[in-house]
């Protein structure tokens, strides 16, 4: 499961690359109501979103997202 590490950094990002949620989610090819769910921690998006989010917005995946699996085999080392 994909989970958004810092809602108000990826907010602030999106602002900062010149994006509005409405905008956001016609390049990435979901409604406004989706992202918007997602930055607001009320959904997890798919992998597939969360690399489509970070390509618009010109940011690497670890910087706003975590792979909640890998996340917790870490935690047990």
Do not use: W
Request: aromatic share 6%; charged share 35%.
């Amino acid at each position: 499961m994909v989970i958004v590490k810092d809602k108000e950094k990826l907010k602030r990002d999106i602002i900062l690359a010149g994006f509005s949620i409405t905008s956001l989610a016609k390049e990435v090819g979901c409604s406004k109501a989706h992202i918007s769910s997602i930055v607001n921690h009320e959904r997890n998006p798919s992998g597939t979103i969360a690399v489509k989010i970070c390509e618009q917005i010109k940011g690497k995946f670890d910087d706003y997202f975590f792979i909640e699996s890998v996340h917790k085999k870490e935690r047990k080392r």
